[in-house]
């Protein structure tokens, strides 16, 4: 089956719905596990902000020069010296392709949003610098547009017969999710001595979040006399709030070597919303139910550490790369039951290396900078076998007009792979974007 639905601003929370859920409220069970990702938690890759690092393959902890630093490396806003006003706009797309149970999908969404709005303001010091910044950032740009239908087997409580039954059923699984999750941030930044700086921001997290899942079963090859057709809805809404804490240094090691390091501090997110769940059977033994529930759920995110360098062989050459560990296993939930078990999820997720590298030159005479790199983002979610891992080449640019207004493009692209034998399923995830930013300096 073939769906192409367009979507803007969207962002994720997926919800787990169990086989062993599915089975209390229907005597028709599904397979235990769904096609669609259901269980896997989106909030193990950020956004896509700063338009200069992305053009560099995201390379930021010791290349960062205006208000980006304030996510990326607080520590380097202290290289401002002019009053900076930033932003940008932010245009991605997701193209999902795959089969499941030898039946074909193809999904596209595409994505316009405010990727950034930033101030950062420079103190006048004696010595020194010392810089405070306010910024809101698109954080979470995760988007979710899932269509698959294929037959396989489901097992369900035949009245009539009194027993146990398996059979194919023509099945559809329909999921779509959107919202937006941006973070609101304050960092400030100061010389602790002539190559050292030090640095550190607050992040207030906030957000709303909208999903739907459809799953519909149908009884096309007549194996049972109560029922003709299944279908689950589940709708969930959400406002979503959290306090983030990033602490950032920069040093200065000779006139061409500068050193980058992050600490990012365990995140607690928190979904508060609702949930309807809807169910229909239709056959002699059939019939409806729905049930509305209230929930507060709890995600903590782990500890995040990041290093890098930046080096400038020539005045018109700097080579940047960056490196940073989570152990995704380390993370935290308090909630209802679909969020699952505690231990599954140690399985399921591990702890992911990004690297990042990149290149920028200034064309001599010119006031224009050229960009260029590589950034290797892995899956944490491990309960797919990940058969080609996500990398994002990149492209960017930058001018400078009138020596106050600096306009920085940027462009990548990465493809990734994913399967799962029990499923006959496999999928291929095309990633784009383009991000647009401008800062004026006074």
């Known amino acids: 089956m073939t769906r192409r639905h367009r979507t803007f601003s969207i962002v994720a929370l997926v919800l787990v719905l169990t086989g062993a859920l599915l089975a209390t409220i229907s005597p028709v069970s599904a397979y235990d596990g769904y096609v669609a990702p259901l269980t896997e938690i989106p909030f193990t890759t950020t956004g896509l902000t700063g338009a200069r690092s992305l ?33 940008g706009f932010l245009f991605d797309g997701t193209a999902v392709s795959g089969d499941a149970f030898g039946s074909s999908y193809e999904t596209d969404i595409t994505n316009t949003s405010l990727s950034a709005l930033r101030f950062a303001y420079p103190f006048p010091t004696f010595r020194g610098s010392l810089v405070v910044g306010l ?42 999710s959107n919202g937006d999750i941006y973070a609101g941030t304050v960092a400030a930044a100061f010389d602790a001595s002539e190559n050292v700086s030090i640095g550190a921001a607050v992040s207030i997290v906030g957000g709303t979040y909208e999903r739907t899942f459809l799953y519909t079963a149908i009884d096309d090859y007549g194996a049972s006399a109560d029922y003709d057709s299944y279908r689950l809805e589940i709708d969930s809404e959400a406002d979503v709030t959290g306090l983030g804490f990033k602490l950032g240094a920069l040093f200065y090691l000779t006139d061409e070597l500068a050193a980058g390091a992050t600490v990012t501090l365990p995140t607690t997110l928190t979904f508060s919303g609702t949930e309807t769940v809807m169910t229909t059977l239709t056959g002699p033994e059939g019939g409806s139910d729905v049930e509305t529930t209230t929930f507060e759920d709890d995600l903590t995110l782990p500890f995040a550490f990041g290093v890098g360098a930046s080096w400038t062989p020539l005045d018109l050459v700097l080579v940047g790369c960056d490196y940073q560990y989570v152990n995704w296993s380390e993370m ?97 995830v095309e990633d784009t974007a383009l991000i647009i930013e401008a800062a004026y300096r006074f």
């Not at 106050?404 to 999928?427: C, G, H, K, P």
Request: proline letters at 3%; a negative charge; zero cysteines.
């Open 55 to 87: 053009g560099m393959g995201g390379v930021s902890l010791a290349t960062a020069d205006d208000g980006s630093a304030m996510l990326t490396n607080p520590a380097a806003l202290a290289r401002l010296r002019r009053v900076e006003l930033s932003g």
């Open 135 to 176: 910024g809101l950032e698109r954080v979470y740009g995760l988007e979710a547009d899932f269509l698959a239908s294929y037959v396989d087997s489901l097992t369900w409580y035949e009245p009539s017969d009194d027993i146990d039954m398996t059979a194919n059923w023509a099945q559809t699984e329909d999921m779509l």
């Open 332 to 428: 935290e939930y308090e909630g209802r039951v679909y969020l699952g078990d505690q231990a599954d999820r140690r399985d399921a997720y591990e702890a992911t290396h990004d690297l990042s590298a990149g290149i920028e030159v200034t064309i001599p005479d010119m006031p224009v900078r050229v960009r260029g790199g590589y950034m290797f983002r892995p899956i944490a979610y491990r309960g797919l076998t990940i058969d080609s891992d996500r990398a994002y080449w990149t492209l960017g640019a930058g001018i400078l007009i009138d020596t106050v207004l600096a306009i920085d493009v940027a462009w990548l692209t990465a493809t990734s792979e994913r399967s799962a034998d029990e499923y006959a399923f496999d999928e291929t």
